[in-house]
């Protein structure tokens, strides 16, 4: 007797797990302001977002919150004592880099702004979807792009262009980055 054939069963995939309930944004409860939120660094483009998030922030009565971030080194992960020193270093420049964005926002015409200050320690992009997490009065990541014609950036790929983006908790307004100042204060 001939054996009959079975259907093929198709495979399943594997479960995805439930995403993750997102916690309610407190940016318009009475008490709290909206904040944009700019990660700073050495790079042109972070002025671009600093530009547009300052502007937003005053003339939508709003609040505008600096991120800097110290990455890791991973070869001083051996040496405790050097590690110590890099990771002081690297408040050091946190420090340095807030002044020198205050004296830009002053100079742009934003006197009356004066922006939280936050440092973290880690890998950028998740320490920045960490934070967003954890301050629910953070309303929008502004990031610059560069000008550069190999691409946007690490930061605008991995967070705007990403995995990430379908999913990220707040939305992301990417400043193209062959914006003048007065081009990026006439559109904020």
């Known amino acids: 007797m001939a054996k009959k054939k079975q ?7 594997p ?3 439930a995403p993750r309930p997102r ?3 407190q940016s318009f409860v009475e008490g709290h302001k909206r904040k944009f939120l700019v990660v700073v660094d050495e790079t042109p483009e972070c002025e671009s977002a600093l530009a547009f998030a300052a502007s937003r922030a005053v003339r939508t009565h709003g609040q505008l919150a600096l991120l800097y971030v110290i990455e890791p080194g991973a070869e ?4 405790l004592g050097i590690e110590e020193v890099a990771r002081e270093e690297g408040h050091n420049k946190a420090k340095a880099v807030f002044r020198l ?5 002053k100079a742009m015409g934003f006197e009356t702004l004066a922006p939280d200050e936050i440092v973290r320690e880690g890998v950028k992009a998740e320490e920045i979807t960490k934070l967003i997490e954890e301050d629910h009065d953070i309303g929008v990541l502004v990031l610059g792009a560069s000008k550069d014609p190999s691409g946007p950036g690490p930061l605008v790929s991995t967070l705007a262009g990403g995995k ?3 999913t990220f908790p707040v939305p992301i307004t990417v400043v193209p980055g062959h914006l003048s100042l007065e081009e990026i204060l006439a559109l904020a």
């Open 7 to 13: 259907p093929a069963t198709a495979k399943k995939a």
């Open 23 to 25: 916690s309610k944004r």
């Open 164 to 166: 990430l983006v379908g």
């Open 101 to 105: 964005f205050g004296r830009k926002i």
């Open 76 to 79: 001083f992960q051996h040496w």
């Open 15 to 17: 479960a995805q797990a």
